[in-house]
């Protein structure tokens, strides 16, 4: 047992509780005392907050500066110049004494303010730095001053990893799913129910729709009132009644005054109930028929989690972090965002069908309970406190004496890898490849079972993050054992030191590899990464064999050489190709190959041919003004949610022209890759001659035999 638990400082403002908050505290109240001691550490230390931590028996302390640099929406006039001044001169100097007066190892931030606050203070007292990021991927403070200051990024979703870091900051950054307290997802439905109606004095048979979130315009509380004026016009009876549970912003006051007045405006004032903020909140959403979530760039709402344990089915926004969490048709329904009418089919389908609304209900609760417990969520925080000082071992001078809270960190780690619930003789198969051939969409498809865990996101520890060590890779796996236990990281395929490194420690596990037309494959890369700007439209200049100044584009491709490689350390019946045409013919088909191959029951899954694919065709800054709008991020700020800001970006933002790819270019891939697909071919007895021939969108190649046949 460690003699010196490292300190964890957990600094908030104070004056507001919300998902963030109760998420952070959650995790506080789970982490080993033996192994972290927590502090918490509150600017305002009388206020809805410190209530909220005294009633669950937490204590905590003030800090040594009530005065904080604010962002510029919540400064209410005030100087910015003036508060610049007072921070750097008298708060910074104040936090960072006090962390090194309580000899804090790590500042754990959670919001905006404490992200900026804490984040300078702990880099120049010498603490290590995570950052725990919630919120909008195209903020400016994780975009600029996060890549600069943090030692560890946490996002709670991939959709809220930073989109354009003006430093690489991916080796930095992990998914944490927050943690979800399993202990009150019993609750007698019926009852939560009745007690609604009879507070709100409705008849018993009326519908209940909720809205759980603070009442701020980006979580669409307006959208909310209009999504039930179109379920009650469209139902008529039995009637139906919204109600919306979450704090009034102080910074946003206006938007509860608009939720009033359309619901006035619409006539359906008597049927929306602004009911405040609630604890506990579990009674509240297990009493509602449905959760309607309407918000956009919702990085991963907390109580569309909750409403799934606790089995109330979810309709939420096709937008943000929704769609990681969500299988549309299968554990909820994903609808347009920014059409309240698209939420009346599947409301109705649940209200009208009480099997599908139950087949809803058990499937999401069950998905939540495989991959949303609060342990895992814990394990994988805990691992991450601990790596954080194992490169100070490393750093140490010979034969000087190590440090004995890093020993003792060491040896706590040591001790967590062995008592790890997964094991790597618990990981029954991995999806390696290839890059842009629809992993995702087979990876999501397999995840509708209940049978079936993976890891979110990609992990690429046997491709790019080996260093991170085998405690790390574990401690990604959600803590309990399915029937199948696997993972997807497409740049296995391509990597030439991952076979050996899976066969070590995986050699018993099934590999899947799904290829597509290598030539459809490079130019799909290029185009992704023209959207991101990170290509010119010279086209030539990565996909010409003869000039490409990356073989990134090219290399990829070269599947028979990537299969060979494998098949050296993996017998051909371990190994199953899959090939994207047969995917794009029969998605219902393809799956079921593969599934048998895995060994699961041979069985439809439900919705698998819907899977949505991301519109390339949306709007957006390119070119050098993508760069540029990034960096004026802060700048811009005050004028976000003006008409002003909207005619500008409309101005700017611009349906993305992808450069076609020339046929003399394509046929010259062709001849590039006829070599290595015609091994292909004879090493898995398929027949790839359209691939030859040009684009495989239009003609598919035919299996004409499963086996692989093994390099002599």
Not at 12 to 18: N, S
Not at 246 to 258: F, I, K, Q, R, Y
Not at 431 to 452: E, F, H, N, R, Y
């Amino acid at each position: 047992m460690p003699k010196d638990p490292l300190s964890i400082c957990f600094p908030f403002v104070g004056d507001r509780v919300g998902g963030s908050h109760i998420s952070s505290v959650r995790l506080i109240e789970m982490l080993d005392r033996d192994r972290f001691k927590p502090i918490i550490v509150l600017h305002q230390s009388r206020g809805p907050l410190a209530d909220f931590l005294s009633k669950r028996g937490l204590t905590f302390i003030a800090a040594p500066s009530a005065d904080i640099l604010e962002p510029g929406y919540v400064q209410s006039g005030r100087s910015r110049w003036r508060d610049a001044y007072c921070y750097f001169t008298r708060t910074l100097p104040a936090l960072v004494h006090f962390i090194k007066v309580n000899a804090i190892d790590i500042v754990h931030t959670n919001d905006g303010r404490m992200h900026v606050n804490w984040g300078l203070a702990a880099r120049v007292a010498g603490a290590k730095l995570v950052w725990h990021h919630r919120g909008d991927p195209s903020a400016w403070g994780v975009n600029l001053l996060a890549p600069v200051i943090c030692h560890q990024m946490v996002a709670v979703s991939s959709y809220a990893l930073p989109g354009r870091p003006i430093l690489p900051i991916k080796h930095r950054s992990q998914v944490i799913r927050s943690p979800f307290e399993l202990s009150a997802i019993n609750l007698d439905r019926d009852s939560a129910k009745r007690a609604l109606l009879n507070e709100l004095n409705l008849p018993s048979e009326t519908r209940l729709l909720g809205y759980f979130g603070a009442i701020v315009n980006r979580k669409r509380p307006v959208m909310f009132v209009e999504a039930v004026h179109a379920i009650a016009k469209a139902r008529g009876e039995p009637p139906v009644a919204g109600l919306l549970f979450g704090n009034l912003s102080p910074n946003e006051p206006h938007v509860a005054d608009a939720v009033t007045k359309r619901a006035r405006e619409l006539q359906i004032g008597d049927r929306i109930y602004l009911m405040g903020f609630r604890v506990p909140v579990e009674p509240c959403i297990a009493g509602v028929d449905i959760l309607l979530v309407p918000a956009t760039n919702e990085p991963f709402g907390r109580t569309l989690i909750e409403a799934m344990l606790l089995g109330t089915p979810v309709v939420a926004t096709d937008h943000g972090g929704n769609p990681e969490a969500i299988d549309d048709g299968v554990t909820g329904f994903l609808v347009e965002a920014e059409r309240p009418d698209a939420f009346v089919a599947p409301v109705r389908t649940l209200l009208s069908d009480s099997g599908r609304w139950q087949s809803v209900s058990d499937t999401a609760r069950q998905r939540a309970l495989n991959n949303f417990s609060d342990a895992a969520s814990v394990a994988q925080l805990s691992a991450l406190y601990e790596r954080l000082f194992r490169p100070e071992k490393q750093r140490l001078p010979m034969g000087r004496r190590k440090s004995p809270r890093i020993a003792a960190a060491y040896s706590a780690i040591d001790r967590r890898q062995e008592k790890h619930k997964i094991g790597f003789g618990d990981i029954n198969f991995l999806i390696i490849g290839a890059a842009k051939s629809a992993t995702t969409w087979l990876q999501k498809a397999l995840q509708t079972d209940p049978a079936v865990t993976m890891p979110n996101p990609e992990l690429h520890y046997f491709s790019r993050y080996h260093d991170r060590g085998d405690a790390w890779y574990l401690h990604q796996f959600p803590q309990q054992k399915t029937m199948l236990i696997g993972e997807k990281s497409n740049s296995y395929l391509s990597a030439d030191a991952a076979p050996q490194r899976m066969a070590k420690v995986l050699g018993h596990a099934k590999l899947v590899a799904q290829l597509r037309n290598p030539v459809d494959r490079a130019y799909s890369d290029y185009c992704m990464l023209f959207r991101r700007s990170e290509v010119n439209r010279n086209i030539y200049d990565y996909l010409d064999p003869r000039v490409a100044s990356t073989q990134r584009f090219l290399r990829d491709g070269l599947y028979a050489m990537q299969i060979e490689r494998y098949l050296d350390f993996y017998s051909a019946d371990q190994l199953l190709i899959a090939i994207y045409e047969d995917m794009k013919r029969d998605p219902e088909g393809h799956l079921q190959k593969v599934r048998e191959f895995l060994g699961l029951a041979s069985e439809p899954r439900a919705g698998v041919a819907r899977e949505k694919i991301k519109d390339k065709q949306t709007p957006m800054i390119i070119g050098p003004g993508r760069r540029w709008s990034k960096l004026l991020k802060p700048v811009v700020a005050p004028f976000r949610g003006t008409k002003a800001f909207q005619f500008v970006r409309c101005q700017l933002a611009k349906p993305v022209a992808y450069p076609p790819l020339p046929a003399d270019l394509r046929k010259r891939l062709v001849d590039y890759y006829a070599d290595d697909t015609a091994r292909l071919a004879t090493l898995l007895n398929i027949d790839l001659e359209q691939w030859l021939c040009g684009s495989s969108e239009a003609v598919r190649p035919q299996l004409t035999d499963s086996t692989i046949t093994a390099p002599s």
